[in-house]
């Protein structure tokens, strides 16, 4: 069973930056398709970002490009979502999540994610 826990949400004025951390346990690939999600009050769900663990391909959406960078790191089987130049608008729960897939082809934001994590909260203030 995959489990994920999400660390490093916080209060930020507008402009700053935040590392986001995902921990992953009970993987036995690395076929997997990980991604960032937001949710803000009122709001639907976004797809942030996506790596795809077994070659690193990422994505992104575009209203994050130039400002988010997924990464991985293999050692610690951590995701990690670094924020910069953030806004008031980038203000949700940021939560991680996890799906099996054959290739990177089906890695992107807006595909379907089985597993969750609890979601970590970044607030953006002006």
């Known amino acids: 069973q995959v489990q994920l826990a999400e660390s490093g949400g916080d209060s930020v004025q507008a402009g700053g930056s935040l590392r986001l951390s995902c921990v992953v346990s009970?993987?036995?690939?690395?076929?997997?398709?990980m991604g960032w999600f937001r949710q803000a009050p009122g709001k639907e769900r976004e797809g942030v970002a996506t790596?795809?663990?077994?070659?690193?391909?990422?994505d992104y959406a575009d209203s994050v490009k130039g400002r988010f960078t997924i990464s991985q790191d293999n050692a610690k089987n951590a995701v990690y979502l670094q924020m910069n130049n953030l806004k008031p608008e980038d203000t949700a729960l940021y939560s991680c999540?996890?799906?099996?897939?054959?290739?990177?082809?089906?890695?992107?934001?807006?595909?379907?994610?089985?597993?969750w994590g609890q979601g970590t909260q970044v607030t953006v203030f002006s």
């Open positions: 009970g993987l036995t690939h690395n076929r997997r398709c």
């Open positions: 999540a996890s799906e099996p897939v054959l290739t990177s082809n089906y890695c992107y934001p807006r595909r379907y994610f089985g597993d």
């Open positions: 790596i795809y663990l077994s070659d690193g391909r990422v």
